[in-house]
């Protein structure tokens, strides 16, 4: 079946109680057993297993080609099990330009733990091997990249990792599965921020993790999770479930509206550099058009009038949102390098945008007329 009917089928089925076609919320905290003390549905406690839960980590693993998933509270909760699976002394290979969070956590509260954590370049694959060594454990891999919209080429990382035998761990919230597939490229796990395109409308916080096969290592993740409560609600899940059905087809108009937009930037005298892997000028176009069957909705710009002339752009649009996140309905701009903190690599001249599903047209003329400076 195609990634359109998966989306919309995978995890579903009309409840036998009633003949609902859509998922009921189960909100049962708890859930009986029988009389001789055993669980006849499978189902205990609520932060071990819940319906609604089951139901989309199924949906995940459809939709990634996967094994088994889980899912999380959020994608950093997602994020902080994966290291916490590890022991103190194993040594993770990071991107230096994977999502802020992502290397707040490892400095402020791995790091501390004793994770030995070194950050590299994934998109030089000299510097790639240089970082690897024998006690590496694990690397993780985001790509496009947050927020300079890098291209790491996933097979030939994950086999470099895997010689040492370190487990390839790729973040696939930007890309989404429906426009690329890690496992197919060799990875062992996937990672989302499922608050992003997969929820899909801004609306709601979640995370999971799907893995290609079952492992010691996943079911210590599972065991994290299970002791450390780091769960989504039932009605969290139904609603990234709802948001997934639709994943496919918002994915398009997201890549149609971001090409266009990218376009028409890069042409504009105000913009110094558009950073999409959908431009044939990207450093990172020919991996991504093998391994992405489209180039997503994210992109930033930079301007050349520094970072005053970003806070203006910011300061003058009227369809885009001046906020986080991404991955909804609504287009949203914001300058990074003032919400990463003191160890931010991003230029202070950068806007990243993440590109709704308004008409493309009104998104330009948004662009256009914050570029003029006019109120
Ligand atoms: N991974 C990526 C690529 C992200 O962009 C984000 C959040 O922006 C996260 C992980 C963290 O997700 P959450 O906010 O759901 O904890």
Redesign the pocket.
């Known amino acids: 079946m195609e990634i359109e009917t998966r989306a919309i089928h995978a995890g579903r089925q009309v409840d036998p109680a009633t003949g609902a076609v859509v998922p009921p919320l189960y909100l049962s905290t708890t859930f009986e057993r029988e009389a001789d003390g055993s669980y006849p549905h499978n189902y205990n406690y609520i932060r071990d297993r819940n319906p609604n839960r089951v139901m989309l980590e199924d949906c995940l693993c459809a939709l990634e080609g996967g094994k088994v998933a889980s899912a999380f509270a ?4 997602a ?1 902080m099990s994966i290291f916490q699976a590890l022991n103190p002394g194993d040594r993770v290979v990071v991107p230096h330009d994977a ?1 802020s ?2 290397g707040t956590l490892l400095r402020s509260l791995m790091q501390p733990w004793g994770l030995k954590v070194a950050f590299a370049d994934m998109t030089n694959l000299q510097e790639v091997k240089a970082a690897i060594t024998s006690d590496t454990r694990l690397v993780w891999l ?1 790509t496009p990249s ?1 927020p300079m919209l890098k291209i790491t080429d996933i097979g030939a990382v994950t086999a470099i990792a895997h010689k040492v035998g370190a487990l390839s761990v790729c ?1 696939n ?2 890309a989404t599965p429906v426009l690329q597939q890690p496992f197919a490229l060799g990875c062992d796990l996937v990672v989302h ?1 499922t ?2 395109y997969l929820g899909g409308h801004s609306d709601v ?3 999971a993790i799907i893995a290609q096969k079952e492992s010691e290592f996943f079911e210590k993740v599972l065991h994290i999770q299970h002791i450390g409560g780091a769960v989504p609600s039932p009605f969290d899940c139904w609603l990234i479930l709802r948001g997934i059905a639709t994943l496919p087809y918002r994915m398009k108009g997201h890549c149609e509206n971001a090409d266009k937009l990218a376009r028409w930037l890069q042409q504009h005298r105000a913009i110094a550099r558009v950073h999409y892997p959908g431009l044939s000028t990207h450093s990172g176009y020919a991996i991504a058009s093998q391994q992405m069957s489209g180039f997503g909705g994210m992109l930033s710009v930079e301007l050349k009038g520094g970072k005053e002339a970003a806070f203006a752009m910011a300061a003058h649009v009227k369809l885009f949102r001046r906020a986080t ?2 991955g909804g309905v609504e287009s949203l701009i914001e300058h990074r390098a003032s919400i990463e903190g003191k160890n931010t690599r991003t230029p202070d001249s950068l806007l990243r945008l993440s590109v709704g599903l308004e008409n493309a047209e009104d998104l330009i003329a948004d662009c256009d007329r914050a570029l003029k400076g006019n109120p």
Do not use: F, H
């Not at 959020?74 to 909760?77: D, E, F, L």
């Open positions: 959020s994608g950093s909760a994020t999502y969070g992502t985001e947050n973040d919230t930007w921020s608050t992003k916080l979640g995370g996140s991404l």
